[in-house]
């Protein structure tokens, strides 16, 4: 029996160090090529050079795409932030009987695909005349971050202990005081890891851009316009370097801002 399981365990390991290296692999390729002096992505390497670097400066429809998602996603996270710290909190401590199913309806959109979710939401904006515009980006962005910023909340605001709550309450605070002056403070490094987290998720978003960009594209959309011409391409890898590099920043940072929320000890 030993046997078997030392046997079973070499071979699980062997899956998934296979698995991560297909994961990542094509990921970590992107970076090599970027400083490759060649345009096209093969093997055997070209040299090195920063050209590709140097004409992402200067260029004016990647500028207008970076400065569109900047915003798009500064919006969206704030609004996804907010809709999450409210739906969480009205979940935990709320006295509707449909708390808990809002938190679950505002959960829904990380099941659902993402092409439903841009079809579906592309009829929305028609039938309300709003019809595809940075507006119609935003709010489809809300509802994609909405779910990480609620269970990030979530989890926050179940490991506050309900002690100190309930003792705010008997001192007087009424329930806003209390979630404004108690509960908020004691959730602010959950707070800004769920705005960054969800921040992340609008700049990366191309599914539901796809079919929500009116005449202002984003960046995922400007590279994807870029990837028809063949010329493009180590531009192309260059920028999805640089932007792998901030998000891999910004998602540690939220990541130990998140950690460092659920584990403080509240005094």
């Known amino acids: ?46 040299g090195f050079t920063l050209e590709w670097y140097a004409t992402l400066y200067g260029n004016p429809g990647l500028s207008g795409a970076l400065l569109n998602s900047l915003v798009i996603g500064v919006i969206a996270a704030a609004g996804a932030t907010l809709c999450g710290i409210t739906v969480s909190y009205m979940d935990l401590y709320g006295r509707s009987p449909l708390a808990a199913t809002i938190s679950a309806i505002a959960r829904l959109p990380i099941l659902i695909p993402g092409v439903i979710v841009g079809i579906s939401l592309l009829i929305l904006v028609n039938l309300i005349g709003l019809g595809p515009s940075r507006i119609a980006i935003v709010l ?8 990480t910023t609620v269970v990030i909340m979530r989890s926050r605001f179940a490991a506050i202990p309900k002690t100190i709550r309930e003792a705010a309450l008997d001192l007087g605070a009424s329930d806003w005081t209390t979630f404004r002056r108690v509960m908020l403070p004691l959730s602010v490094p959950a707070i800004i890891s ?37 010329r493009s391409l180590p531009t192309v890898m260059a920028l999805g370097t640089a932007i792998l590099t901030v998000s891999f920043i910004i998602a540690g940072t939220a990541e130990l801002l998140r950690h460092r929320g659920l584990s403080a000890k509240p005094s």
Do not use: C, K
């Open 194 to 230: 769920a705005f960054m987290l969800a921040f992340l998720i609008s700049f990366d978003e191309f599914i539901v851009v796809f079919f929500l960009a009116g005449t202002e594209p984003t960046l995922p959309l400007y590279i994807w316009s870029q990837l028809r011409f063949p």
């Open 140 to 147: 489809g962005h809300i509802l994609v971050a909405l779910p």
């Open 1 to 46: 029996m030993s046997a078997a399981r030392t046997e079973g365990g070499r071979w699980l390991g062997v899956y998934v160090i296979a698995y991560l290296v297909f994961l990542y692999l094509p990921v970590l390729l992107i970076p090599l090529f970027s400083f490759n002096n060649s345009i096209q992505a093969a093997f055997p390497l070209q």
